[in-house]
């Protein structure tokens, strides 16, 4: 709400500063100082805080404690602009005066503030679907990558995930919550930029000049098929009628990572793994020769982290057969400071005909990686061009180019975080006893020395708009939006070399080879609509729109690979010999294809209000799309909205001064979604590959083909309802303001993973519209702001949402565990009742024996101390999990449940003297997790090679009073052991994810202007600000809240190991010239 | 007024933006290919039927291969014991298992695709070509079938692509009793026998080729004739007492196709021995000369480099074999494996104990030269000239021909680190094999390997021959003698089989071979050699797991459990180990203790171990159980008893239970 007060403030500078500029200078005038006190209207005490604005510049002046100001004017034409939040601006012309005193009244109508909504905007009073809406100063200052990492948190109902710290990892976003579980299609919202389609993590943040989210369907339905689960709508920085502005900041940053696992040290690892081997009956891994070694080399008696391989005495041994170093991989591959850099420069002005914009940024950014770097850079440059041609057309065109440039090691990928700490054992050295780095293996020497991947990738938007005005009140607007993207990637992997005892170089990864991909998008939208406004009798105002959009996209890709880097410092196509490292010919890899989609959509709005108070919109839409056959592929959507804005009724007059808003509001709307993961859903195709066959015939990789699964042809659209109701209150002259929305949102007819049936059919079922959810949650936002009559100004902005998913409809007939089963929710965790570590033998011996049918024989067996006893939750005498059906689940119940739940922030801001401060909070309040990876158990069930040593898996069962480690009975962790028994889901293991973090704390300073002004510069501001500070959780401390769903699958879940986020610290500067 | 005009001129534009003809929506997939216009072409087909050969097993990367497979038998142990052998813990799976249909869908839609439109004459390219790759597809069905029908038994016969149709699929799910499925296997082998070429097309042996087909039928033919024969009278084979197949109705009037069981198996036995007795005839043995290079001054032994050579298609019994490249990425680790501890896969002392003396009399029997096992080198003196040739002994020679290009070799066969129990370093149970090792060490890049990989060769068929001649007609015609001879001539052993019968004493070879019981009793020592043969001649090639199954030799462990043991620790190679602390009755043993035995027990080391007491057996253990969710949901309203589909005999209808 606070940064929609902005925007109004915004609103009325810009219409008071430039509306009647002529453009003239008054350079030759005389200069003259006006002096004066501003007082409020109702008790006449001074006014501190008030800005005082030259009307037509950016210099100004602000009241002091005793409501006195004192500016400059260029001539005694000028006029000044007073104005505070909540009160009636004013505009007093100088005239020539010297004293000019104030007094400043509350403002009843200042809720002409207006947002973007669809191909228009809206005034927000008298909206009626739910749209929020952000201003540029979301985007000030923050020191991360792009602007959805920017959005995180801000805007109710926007859910904002970012599950990975890695220059390439893009943040997933999805507007309340749950939006389709439909195999085979998406639903994240429909991102434009100015009107098109675009990229949100692909723009200059700081040409935004507002975003509004349209949450319901009766926002978005205008925009169509595209737009079923909600629309950001970005609007970027236009020219301004005055003379030319220019705005120059930038940033300097310094990252390191955060919530890194540690690892165990050497020994300790070894004995863990040990036990682990001993304990599932096997003999230790680490014998008594090498576990003295390990504890040698971390006394420092010997310093050889590995000895020469007894069977091959040349070379040194394998390091997992015979290490002894210690390290900790984590902190060997991730640096501990990174530096980054962004600069950014924008210039608007114009005359009356035409206004500019032009901006450009620079956006250097490093990764965490040590050996070898990941960065990346971006350019943007912005050029807007608003023409009035005649008064009744105007051209407007713009022109946005963004190159983005990364680079990381060939071998920096998502198996490097997989294998980090369950290859990564701690005895494996990073150098060898001569000091060059040693894989044996471990991925440092293939990070630095195994070649780059390099992408570069461009967009290039240009958007022309024509706005004819034939009449008052009608206009029609032709919107040609064109967008090239142009990708290239190249990598190349390279021959790696460990060296042998003597310190010789031999070839350790032999194989190389260089990939080059490029890949075209071209996309092509028009829209044409024509809008006519009209109000009958002062009372009843109308709108109409009527229009048609349609979008092309048309996509090819090449790439092509061939062997044998001939020259490693320059590793391109043309210097590859096609020969592998024996000498044989290798045919080089091809590949390229031509894809298309287009859809195509007629639209149509009315608005009616009587008197501001009674408000209701209807939408109307006939879309069609590429992807689904003829007679399946148009399609109706509806929308209704209406409100009520009870403050403008009569009888609310007495209370009005109060409450100047209080407004019920309520939509309706169906849209379908079209985003099918495939392109082509309802067309069978021929799984065929050219030379990729593992079979070799003739000494050659044959083509390949297999069966084509099956596909209906029927399919058609999914379908999306949503019901919105929302109350919108502002009391005591707009500074606290409060806005509700409770909603449901039914996703129908989703193309369902198809019913399961029996597998004689022997292929996948085919996906068919066959599956329901239901969707509800609110979001309450409260804003107050308020600046005390010293001078003060604060203000807290708290956000909270909510949502939850149901599945009212799907194919399980037999209730199964293992999908969704219709009136259920989304993310739930299935799992035992833990009772406890058996402390002794006896104590599992007796509760087993309590269990007289089978006791803990399901999930395994020579149970023992230090393993969990399971509780009997049907009392029947064993633990087991039934017919892993929800009738039958046995001893399994819901323990808990995965979904986000109360993602909140809350922003505190404060300002005083021209310092400025603020700080935002995020987090979730509610959500469990079960992690069952690698990662959290250490000693898996998948066996040795897919355990990890982690600190925290130090806290594990030991009932030997005389261990190494020694005696550990309250235990957080069962024995260790290579199986799953102990690995069951269960209430004990349960995480609790919920967090808050202190995403973003910055501190300002403005010098004041009049000392600025004088060197010609109408703002400086200097600034620190820091990302992600602070963050308090009850979570393990292996993983990080925000990445605990990230990371590489293991058996069909994240394994919360990923690349880790940053806590950035930055400083830097904005002027304004 | 101006403004209209210009309005007039400008709203026809706009209506011809707005005018969006249904052919813009239209976008079919510009960049593959539907399947109404694949497999019309030869080289299509060739495309089709050779992805098919994944379903074979061969090497593969951190594994030893097909010579690993034998693993977790009489034979072979891994690091680890497995499960199957601990009645209660193989568990009824709550879904997947070997009841899926997806390979056979596969090969039903190219012969339902194909076969008709080869039949009109549609198919364009070389005749002989089309009519291999339809044959290869033949050849897969019965191959995948013959799989279904070790693994599960009775199972349904799908001819053709079914429809998404539930009431159909579960009518379509009744199984067919085991003797009808094989009659369909064999069916279509005798259809890939007759389409495909008598060699493989390519010249390489990398194809299938009527020979493999007709070893295959003898395999199959023999198989299930060996175990209706061992299994009759059990729930075990159709109409058997207490057949679960009886329950429903779909299988009441089952009647074996030969008449009863008794023919059937002769039929089957008849089949196996006509098919074998072609692929026998033709494929002369390669050639053993004796020697086992330990220099490159040694002549090659092609016998020996048949197992691990880089091209495989120069040797003469070889019938198929998969083709591995380095520079193509298809390469597999078996070489390395073989270097050191045959990824911690040891023979056992049961399998090395069965090779016979040089004099083919067994080494316990009077005067057989048997100079004990004190040391793996006595070991070796004077045995079967296999054994001699493949047990690894330390101290010998791994790589010959060295080179750069791999690191992960071991030049000298070390002491077995029995202690490590890392598969990649240690020795399960102290004897290791040679068979797959390559001299090369080029070979020996970690993941490396690009050795072939043997499918099959003709010796099995010389095996089939001889056994099944003996369980068809109680002795041993003049071709099956023959086979025999020449088989043991190979090994260097003495060809007079008749004198190893008559030397070999079954209470003894029963201590150390499951082949020498079925159904729990001790067998007659010809048909007992005939095994014996069998099992010396195919060690570590994957098929004793199949041949225990047939002979049904397991029972006996129900009774008295099965201890595996490797070579002898606790005699004076524990001189080996001085420094290496050796562990016994502890906890954190590291080797079995003498005082359970002198030889290593792998599995028996600190008592945690689930066949701490020994291999045992179920029962029901001889197939696998059938997942749960198949019946689910072939049930009306999760009533298992609707389900058409019924249980293997001993196995509970209820997930995560053993058998009884």
Redesign the interface.
């Given at each position: 709400m606070r940064t929609c007060m902005l925007i109004l403030f915004g609103w009325l500078a810009c219409n008071g500063i430039y509306a009647n500029d002529t453009g003239n200078s008054n350079d030759s005038s005389l200069q003259l100082t006006v002096k004066g006190q501003v007082v409020s209207e109702i008790d006449k005490l001074p006014w501190a805080g008030v800005t005082v604005l030259i009307k037509g510049t950016n210099n100004g002046a602000v009241t002091d404690f005793d409501g006195n100001y004192e500016i400059e004017v260029s001539g005694p034409d000028a006029i000044l602009v007073f104005s505070y939040v909540g009160y009636k601006t004013q505009e007093i012309p100088v005239m020539g005066q010297n004293i000019i005193n104030v007094s400043l009244e509350e403002d009843q109508g200042f809720l002409d503030e207006v947002v973007v909504v669809g191909f228009g905007t809206q005034k927000k009073i008298n909206l009626t679907g739910a749209v929020t809406m952000v201003d540029a100063e979301t985007f000030e200052s923050r020191p991360v990558q792009n602007a959805a990492q920017m959005l995180q948190g801000v805007v109710g109902g926007l859910n904002i995930t970012q599950s990975a710290g890695s220059l390439e990892d893009r943040p997933s976003i999805n507007i309340r919550g749950v939006t389709t579980i439909g195999s085979g299609s998406t639903g994240s919202p429909l991102v434009l930029i100015d009107g098109m389609q675009g990229d949100l993590n692909a723009i200059n943040p700081q040409d935004i000049e507002s975003v509004s989210v349209l949450k319901d369907v009766a926002a978005a339905s205008i925009y169509g098929s595209r737009a079923a689960f909600g629309v950001i709508l970005i609007t970027t920085k236009t020219g301004k009628t005055g003379a030319p502005s220019v705005t120059y900041s930038n940033s300097f940053r310094s990252a390191s990572p955060i919530n890194v696992p540690n690892m165990m040290d050497s020994y300790t690892f070894a004995t863990f793994f040990?036990d682990a081997?001993?304990?599932?009956?096997?003999?230790?891994?680490f014998?008594?020769?090498r576990l003295n070694r390990i504890r040698d080399y971390q006394d420092g008696t010997i310093t050889e982290s590995i000895i020469a391989n007894?069977?091959?005495p040349d070379?040194w041994a394998?390091g997992?057969?015979e290490g002894n170093a210690n390290v900790d991989w984590y902190d060997a591959l991730y640096r501990d400071q990174s530096f980054s850099q962004e600069h950014n420069f924008s210039l608007r002005g114009g005359s009356d005909a035409i206004t500019y914009y032009v901006s450009g940024n620079y956006l250097d950014q490093d990764g965490l990686m040590q050996f070898n770097r990941d960065e990346f850079n971006r350019y943007t440059t912005t050029v807007k061009i608003n023409a009035t041609i005649t008064d009744?057309l105007s051209l407007n065109v713009s022109n946005r180019f963004i190159r983005e440039d990364f680079g990381r090691p060939s071998q920096l990928s998502g198996g490097l975080y997989q294998n980090l700490a369950r290859q990564g054992w701690p005895v494996l050295p990073l150098y060898d006893p001569n000091g060059n780095l040693y894989s044996s293996?471990s991925p440092a020497l293939g990070i630095r020395d195994g070649g780059r991947d390099k992408s570069q990738k461009d967009w290039l938007y240009q958007q022309a708009q024509v706005v004819?005005t034939?009449?008052d009140g009608w206009e029609?607007f032709?919107e040609f939006n064109y967008r090239t993207r142009n990708d290239f990637r190249h990598w190349d992997t390279l021959q790696t070399f460990?060296h042998d005892v003597d310190g010789n170089p031999?070839?350790?990864n032999?194989?190389s080879h260089v990939h080059e991909e490029a890949f075209r998008e071209n996309y092509f939208n028009?829209n044409?609509y024509t809008k006519y406004n009209m109000t009958l009798n002062e009372d009843h105002n109308f709108g109409f729109m009527l229009g048609?959009q349609?979008e092309?996209n048309k996509y090819r890709n090449l790439s092509a690979q061939r062997?044998g880097v001939m020259v490693p410092s320059s590793p391109v196509l043309n210097t590859t010999s096609g020969?592998?490292?024996?000498g044989?010919?290798?045919a080089p890899s091809v590949s390229g294809?031509?894809?298309?989609?287009?859809?195509?959509g007629?639209f149509s709005r009315l608005n009616y209000n009587y008197k501001e108070r009674y408000l209701f919109e209807a939408n109307l839409r006939y879309d069609?799309?590429?992807r689904f056959r003829?007679d399946k592929?148009w399609q109706w959507f509806p929308s209704l909205s209406a409100g009520w804005n009870i403050a403008k009724e009569p009888f609310w007059e007495s209370i009005s001064n109060d409450i100047h808003m209080l407004k019920i509001r309520g939509s309706w709307g169906e849209l379908g979604n079209q985003n099918t993961s495939n392109?082509?859903p309802t067309?069978?195709?021929?799984p065929?590959g050219t030379a990729n066959?593992?079979?070799?015939?003739?000494?050659t990789?044959?083509?390949?083909?297999?069966?084509?699964g099956?596909v209906s042809q029927s399919l058609t659209w999914e379908r999306v309802q949503s019901w919105d109701v929302g109350l919108d209150i502002s009391v005591f002259g707009n500074r606290l303001s409060s806005s509700f929305d409770y909603f449901t949102r039914y996703t129908s007819d989703m193309v369902g993973p198809a019913p399961?049936?029996?597998?004689?059919?022997?292929?996948d079922?085919?996906n068919a519209n066959n599956t329901d959810l239901k969707t509800y949650g609110f979001e309450v936002s409260l804003s107050w702001k308020d600046r005390l009559k010293n001078g003060f100004g604060y203000g807290i902005d708290i956000m909270l949402s909510d949502s939850q998913s149901e599945i009212t409809r799907y194919p399980n007939?037999?209730n199964?565990l293992?999908t969704y089963r219709e009136n259920n929710k989304i993310g739930q965790i299935w799992g035992y009742e833990t009772k406890g570590i058996a402390q002794s033998d006896a104590q599992m011996e007796e509760y087993l024996s309590s269990l007289a049918n089978g006791g803990q024989?399901?999930l395994g067996?020579?149970w023992a101390a230090g393993d969990i006893m399971y509780t009997d939750l049907n009392n029947d005498g064993k633990i087991?999990?039934?017919?892993?059906?929800q009738?039958d689940p046995g001893d399994r119940r819901v323990i808990g449940n995965n979904t986000a739940r109360f993602p909140f922030s809350a922003t505190l801001s404060a300002d005083w003297k021209g310092f400025d401060m603020r700080a935002f909070f995020q987090g979730v309040m509610k959500r469990d997790y079960y992690q069952g990876s690698s990662y959290f158990w250490g000693a898996y069930s998948w066996g040795?090679w897919w355990s990890t040593g982690l600190k925290e898996h130090e806290d594990y069962f030991r009932a030997d009073a005389d261990h190494a480690l020694g005696q550990n009975l309250d235990s957080y962790y069962p024995r260790p052991l290579f199986n799953g028994k102990n690995q069951q889901a269960q209430t004990r293991y349960l995480q609790d994810a919920s967090y808050v973090r202190l995403k973003n704390l910055q501190i300002g300073y403005t010098l004041p202007i009049e000392f600025t002004e004088k060197i010609g510069i109408s703002k400086l501001r200097f600034y620190l600000a820091g990302e992600n500070l602070w963050t308090s959780t009850n979570l393990s401390g292996i993983f990080d809240p925000e990445t605990i769903g990230g990371g590489t699958n293991e058996g069909g879940s994240p394994n919360g190991n990923a690349y880790p986020l940053s806590r950035t610290i930055s400083t830097g500067l904005n002027v304004n010239f | 007024m101006m403004k209209y005009y210009k309005l007039i001129l400008i709203l026809p534009f706009l209506g011809l933006l707005v005018s969006c003809s249904d052919d813009f929506l239209d976008r079919p997939p510009q960049s593959n290919i539907i399947p109404e216009e694949y497999l019309w072409e030869e080289s299509e087909l060739a495309a089709y039927s050779i992805e098919q050969y994944s379903l074979f097993p061969s090497h593969g990367q951190w594994s030893f291969g097909t010579f690993g497979i034998d693993a977790h038998t009489d034979n072979m142990a891994a690091m680890w014991s497995d499960d199957k052998y601990v009645p209660g813990q193989w568990k009824v799976p709550q879904s997947g298992g070997s009841w899926s249909f997806d390979n056979i869908y596969n090969i039903n839609y190219f012969l339902n695709t194909v076969v008709p439109r080869w039949e009109n004459n549609e198919i364009s390219g070389n005749q002989s070509g089309i009519e291999h790759s339809i044959g290869e597809m033949y050849f897969f069905r019965g191959w995948e079938y013959f799989n279904k029908v070790q693994a599960l038994g009775d199972f349904p016969i799908v001819k053709t692509i079914l429809r998404d149709d539930e009431p159909e699929l579960t009518d379509a799910s009744e199984r067919n009793p085991r003797s009808e499925v094989v009659r369909f296997i064999i069916s279509d082998l005798d259809s890939a026998a007759t389409l495909m070429s008598n060699t493989s097309p390519d010249g390489n042996k990398n194809r299938l080729a009527r020979s493999s087909a007709l070893l295959v039928k003898s395999r199959v033919a023999l198989y299930e004739a060996t175990w209706l024969k061992n299994f009759k009278n059990t729930a075990f084979v159709p109409n058997g007492p207490g057949w679960p197949g009886k329950e429903k109705d779909y299988n009441q009037n089952f009647q074996y196709e030969a008449g009863s069981i008794d023919a059937e198996i002769d039929w089957l036995l008849g089949q196996a021995m006509e098919a074998a007795m072609e692929v026998a005839d033709a494929f002369p043995l390669t050639p053993n000369n004796g020697v086992l290079q330990q220099s490159i001054s040694d002549q090659d032994n092609p016998y020996f480099n048949m197992f691990s050579d880089i091209d495989m298609s120069g040797y003469d019994e070889v019938l198929l074999w998969r083709d591995y490249d380095q520079g193509m990425g298809i390469t597999h680790n078996v070489p390395v494996y073989a270097q050191l501890g045959n990824d911690g896969i040891g023979l056992t002392k049961g399998l090395v104990e069965s090779f016979l003396m040089e004099n083919g009399l067994p080494i316990y029997a009077a005067n057989s030269g048997y100079e004990g096992d004190d040391y793996i080198s006595d070991v070796r003196k004077n045995r079967d000239g296999r054994l001699w040739l493949f047990l690894k002994e330390p101290g010998q020679k791994n790589i010959l021909y060295e080179s750069d290009l791999g690191d992960h070799g071991t030049a000298i066969e070390p002491i077995p680190d029995i202690t490590n129990s890392s598969a990649e370093q240690g020795y399960s149970t102290g004897y290791t094999i040679r068979k797959g090792l390559n001299y090369d060490e080029a070979q020996t890049g970690n993941g490396q390997g690009s050795t072939g990989s043997i499918i099959f060769r003709g010796t099995e068929a010389y095996l089939n021959y001889i056994e099944a001649c003996y369980e068809k007609n109680g002795s041993l015609d003049g071709k099956a003698g023959q086979y025999w001879r020449d088989i043991r001539n190979r090994a260097n052993v003495n060809p007079d089989y008749q004198a190893t019968i008559a030397a070999t004493n079954m209470q003894i070879e029963a201590q150390g071979d499951w082949g020498a019981y079925s159904a729990g009793q001790i067998i007659d020592p010809f048909l007992y050699n005939i095994r014996r043969e069998r099992r010396n001649e195919l060690m570590a090639e994957g098929l004793r797991e199949m041949d225990l199954k047939r002979w049904r030799s397991m029972d006996q462990l129900i009774a008295e459990p099965y201890h595996i043991e490797g070579f002898k620790i606790w005699g004076p190679m524990q001189e080996w180990y001085e420094n290496e602390n050796l562990v016994y009755d502890s906890g954190s043993a590291n080797v079995s203790s003498p005082n359970r035995s002198s030889y290593l027990r792998p599995y028996e080391k600190t008592g945690n171990e689930l066949v701490y007491d020994g291999y045992s057996w179920a029962m029901a253990h001889y197939l696998q159980p059938i997942a749960m969710q198949h019946f689910l949901i072939t049930s009306q309203n999760n009533d298992v008893n609707t389900s058409p589909i019924y249980q293997n005999p001993g196995w509970p209808t209820a997930a995560n239970q053993g058998a009884e």
């Open positions: 040990n081997n001993v304990n599932g009956g096997n003999s230790p891994f014998n008594e020769a007894p069977n091959n070379r394998d997992y057969g009744w293996p004819i034939p009449l029609i032709g460990n031999y070839v350790y032999r194989g028009t044409i048609f349609s092309l062997e020969v592998d490292s024996n044989e010919i290798v294809e031509y894809q298309n989609w287009a859809t195509a007629y069609g799309t590429s003829s592929r392109w082509y067309y069978v195709t021929m065929v066959g593992n079979w070799l015939v003739n000494g990789r044959p083509n390949t083909s297999n069966a084509p099956l399961e049936l029996p597998v004689i059919l022997g292929t079922v085919p007939p037999t199964s293992d024989n399901a067996s020579q087991d999990s039934g017919s892993w059906t009738d040795m | -």
